[in-house]
C-alpha cells in the first residue's frame, strides 16, 4: 500500500472530520503533490527530515494556525 492509499483509507474511516496530513520521502514528483494536495496533505517533507523541520510542519497544526 502506498502512503496515499493509507490516508484514503483514514479520509474513509473518519468522514467529515478535518484532518491533516505530512508526507514524507525521499521523492516527490509534481504527480505526488497533485494528488496529495486532492487529499489534504497539508506539507510535503523532503527525506531525510531533521527534528526541526518536522516540528516546523507540526506546530502550526497543533495551534489550529
Known sequence: ???????????????????????????????????GQALGVTEFLHKPVTPNLLLKAILPLLSGS
Not at 484514503?8 to 525521499?26: C, T, Y
Open 1 to 35: 500500500r502506498s502512503g496515499f492509499d493509507f490516508i484514503r483509507g483514514i479520509k474513509e474511516r473518519f468522514p467529515g472530520r478535518q484532518l491533516n496530513f505530512i508526507v514524507m520521502s525521499g521523492f516527490i514528483s509534481p504527480e505526488d503533490v497533485e494528488i
